[in-house]
T-cell receptor, first 114, second 115 residues
């Protein structure tokens, strides 16, 4: 079975500051890992994913995440926050077999202060 | 290419009633998943369909059911509505099951309010 823990239900950063959203996963088999973003009154949009290969993955809007197996982590970062980054971010995991549904964390709400 | 379309966007129902939500996947996508999103529980998996067959089912009571049609469109039904069923119901489609090469694309959801 898979599970995800997102540390911090709410993170607040200043515009131009580093964004760091934490995600730790649990999986009994090699995982596929994802970050999604949700803007108000909308569905979820895929930011980036890790399946195999390079452990540092780059996504849309300047976000990137690094898969660290030894730490069972997949933290999301962006060097410089923009006001438009304010949204809710979800980390998700599934087994690499593709036979299990995507399991989401509880989400982290990112606020960006001008 | 049009995205995932969910109808209706908003619904208000009374306890005890039933409701049907509709989802049209992205053209060419054959896998459809449904999730319930609430402030307390977050995103919880309901079910997944591929080629009209239910592949996976989440831990929800039998009042929650779904189906997929030959054109890949999907519906979910909730019978005997309870106040706790108030939530945002999200539909997501992908080319095929397994998100490695075919990640989920989400619709904007149907907001169900039960009074």
């Amino acid at each position: 079975a898979q599970s995800v823990t997102q540390l911090g239900s709410h993170v607040s950063v200043s515009e131009g500051a580093l964004v760091l959203l934490r995600c730790n996963y649990s999986s009994s088999v090699p995982p596929y890992l994802f970050w999604y973003v949700q803007y108000p009154n909308q569905g979820l949009q895929l930011l980036l994913k890790y399946t195999t290969g390079a452990t540092l993955v780059k996504g849309i809007n300047g976000f990137e995440a690094e898969f660290k197996k030894s730490e069972t982590s997949f933290h999301l970062t962006k060097p410089s926050a923009h006001m438009s980054d304010a949204a809710e971010y979800f980390c998700a995991v599934t087994a690499n077999s593709g036979n299990t549904p995507l399991v989401f964390g509880k989400g982290t709400r990112l606020s960006v202060i001008a | 290419k049009a995205g995932v379309t969910q109808t209706p966007r908003y619904l208000i129902k009374t306890r005890g009633q039933q409701v049907t939500l509709s989802c049209s996947p992205i053209s060419g996508h054959r896998s459809v998943s449904w999730y319930q999103q609430t402030p307390g529980q977050g995103l919880q998996f309901l079910f997944e369909y591929f080629s009209e067959t239910q592949r996976n089912k989440g831990n929800f009571p039998g009042r929650f059911s779904g189906r997929q049609f030959s054109n890949s469109r999907s519906e979910m039904n909730v019978s005997t509505l309870e106040l706790g069923d108030s939530a945002l119901y999200l539909c997501a489609s992908s080319l095929a099951p397994g998100q490695g090469n075919s990640p989920l694309h989400f619709g904007n959801g149907t907001r169900l309010t039960v009074t």
